[in-house]
C-alpha cells in the first residue's frame, strides 16, 4: 500500500485549514488568576488550531513532512505562507513564555513535548529555503522542552502505559528519533537509560486487554517500537519474543478496533488507534529476522487497520479530521 499524491494532498488539505480554525478547542490551561481568561490564539499564537494544542503541533510536523517529501505537492506555497505568518521569534517567545509560567509543569507533557522535538528534527530535515529560520525561531521552545525532558523521566519512577497522550514510550520514541537525528549524545542517554529502566525486563504483556474504549496508541505496541530502536539488532528479536508470545493468538492486538462513532472525540480515537498500530506493526516487522514468524504476521495485520483506519481520515468530522492525518502518513510511509 503505496501513498499517492493525491492522497498526501488531501492530507495536507487538513491541517492547512485546520490550523487557523481556532474554535471549537480543547483549552487544558492552568490560569494563575483573572489575567489569564484569554482566548486561545492569544494564549498560542502559533498553536491555537487544530482543536487542541498538540495537534496543531503535529499538524505542522505534517504539513512540513508531506512538503520534503513531495516536491510536487500542489500546497506547497499555502504550507510556506502558513508557517512565514506563525514561525515567528515573537510568536515562539509566547509559546515558551507559557511553559515558564508557574503552574504549568506538566502542560502537554509528555505527548506534546515529543511533537514538538518531532517537528523541530522535520523542519531541520526540510530544503525549503526558509526552513531553517522557521527552526531558529521555535529553537528556544525546543530548549525549554528538552530541559523538561531530562527531569520529568528522571523523576518518573513508572512508565505510563495508558494508550492515549500520557503515554511514555510513544514520547521516548519521537524523543530518541530527535536525539540521535541532532547526535544530542545526552539527551539519547537520557532516553535509553529511561526506556531500560522501564521496558527491559517486561515479558507476556497482556495486550489481550487492549484496546482501551478512547484509546489511540497501542500500550503494547509503542512499547516495542520503542524498545526496537533502544536495543541491538541481535538483542530485540529474543526481546520482543519473551514479550509477546503467541503474537497471532492476541485477537484484540491484531484485528482493528471497531470505531462506534466517528463523531464522538473520544471514540474517534480509535480510528487513531488502528493507524498508529499499523505504524508499529510495519516497523517493528521489518527490525525481526527474516525467518521470524512474528514479521509475517505483523504485516498482515497492519495491512487490516491501515484499510480500516484510512476511509475514515478524511470524512467531514471534525473529530477526526482536525489530527487522524498525522497517524495515515506514519502508517502509509514506506518502512526504510
Same mark, same amino acid.
Given at each position: 500500500?503505496?501513498?499517492?499524491l493525491?492522497q498526501v494532498s ?5 491541517p492547512l485549514r ?8 480543547h ?5 494563575n488568576?483573572p ?7 492569544a494564549?498560542h499564537p502559533?498553536?491555537?488550531?487544530c482543536?487542541?494544542?498538540h ?11 508531506c ?5 510536487t ?8 505562507v502558513?508557517f512565514?505568518?506563525?514561525f515567528?521569534?515573537?510568536n ?8 515558564q509560567?508557574p503552574?504549568?509543569v ?5 505527548y ?5 522535538m518531532?517537528?523541530a ?7 525549503h ?19 523538561r ?9 513508572y ?13 521516548l520514541?519521537l524523543i530518541?528519533d ?5 547526535n544530542?549524545?545526552e ?6 537509560t529511561a ?6 525486563g517486561?515479558s507476556n ?5 487492549e484496546?482501551g474504549g ?9 512499547? =516495542?517500537? #520503542?524498545m526496537?530502536?533502544? !536495543? ?6 529474543d526481546?520482543? %519474543?519473551?514479550? *509477546? $508470545?503467541?503474537?497471532g ?6 484485528n482493528?478496533a471497531?470505531?462506534?462513532?466517528h463523531?464522538?472525540?473520544k471514540i =474517534?480515537? #480509535?480510528?487513531?488507534?488502528? !493507524?498508529?498500530r ?5 516497523r517493528? %516487522?521489518?527490525? *525481526? $529476522?527474516?525467518?521470524d514468524p512474528?514479521?509475517?504476521i505483523?504485516s498482515a495485520a497492519?495491512?487490516?487497520h491501515?484499510e480500516?483506519?484510512l476511509?475514515?481520515v478524511?470524512?467531514g468530522?471534525y473529530a477526526g479530521?482536525h489530527w487522524?492525518?498525522t497517524f495515515?502518513?506514519?502508517?502509509m510511509?514506506?518502512?526504510n
Amino acid at each position: 500500500m503505496h501513498l499517492t499524491l493525491d492522497q498526501v494532498s488531501a492530507f495536507a488539505a487538513l491541517p492547512l485549514r485546520s490550523l487557523r480554525h481556532e474554535y471549537p478547542n480543547h483549552i487544558m490551561h492552568a490560569l494563575n488568576g483573572p489575567q489569564d481568561v484569554l482566548s486561545p490564539r492569544a494564549l498560542h499564537p502559533v498553536f491555537y488550531g487544530c482543536y487542541d494544542w498538540h495537534s496543531a503541533v503535529h499538524g505542522y510536523w505534517l504539513l512540513a513532512r508531506c512538503a520534503r517529501q513531495y516536491p510536487t505537492l500542489p500546497q506547497q506555497d499555502n504550507i510556506a505562507v502558513l508557517f512565514d505568518e506563525h514561525f515567528t521569534a515573537a510568536n515562539m517567545q509566547q509559546e515558551r513564555a507559557y511553559f515558564q509560567t508557574p503552574g504549568r509543569v506538566s502542560f502537554e507533557r509528555p505527548y506534546g513535548w515529543a511533537w514538538i522535538m518531532a517537528l523541530a528534527q522535520e523542519l531541520d530535515t526540510w530544503q525549503h529555503p526558509k526552513a531553517k529560520i522557521w527552526l531558529a525561531a521555535m529553537e528556544p521552545l525546543v530548549a525549554e522542552i528538552r530541559s523538561r525532558v531530562f527531569s520529568y523521566f528522571a523523576k518518573l519512577s513508572y512508565a505510563i502505559r495508558v494508550g492515549t497522550h500520557y503515554n511514555s514510550a510513544f514520547a521516548l520514541k519521537l524523543i530518541l528519533d530527535f536525539a540521535r537525528h541532532r547526535n544530542d549524545i545526552e539527551l539519547e542517554s537520557a532516553v535509553v537509560t529511561a526506556s531500560c529502566r522501564y521496558f527491559m525486563g517486561d515479558s507476556n504483556y497482556p495486550a489481550h486487554y487492549e484496546p482501551g474504549g478512547d484509546e489511540f496508541l497501542s500500550a503494547a505496541l509503542t512499547e =516495542a517500537l #520503542l524498545m526496537s530502536d533502544v !536495543l541491538e539488532p541481535n538483542v530485540f528479536p529474543d526481546w520482543f %519474543a519473551q514479550y *509477546l $508470545p503467541a503474537l497471532g493468538d492476541i485477537g484484540r492486538l491484531m484485528n482493528p478496533a471497531d470505531v462506534s462513532d466517528h463523531s464522538d472525540p473520544k471514540i =474517534a480515537h #480509535l480510528n487513531g488507534l488502528n !493507524l498508529s498500530r499499523a505504524w508499529c506493526m510495519k516497523r517493528i %516487522a521489518r527490525r *525481526l $529476522p527474516e525467518s521470524d514468524p512474528a514479521g509475517p504476521i505483523l504485516s498482515a495485520a497492519a495491512r487490516r487497520h491501515i484499510e480500516a483506519g484510512l476511509p475514515n481520515v478524511v470524512s467531514g468530522e471534525y473529530a477526526g479530521e482536525h489530527w487522524l492525518a498525522t497517524f495515515a502518513m506514519l502508517a502509509m510511509e514506506a518502512v526504510n
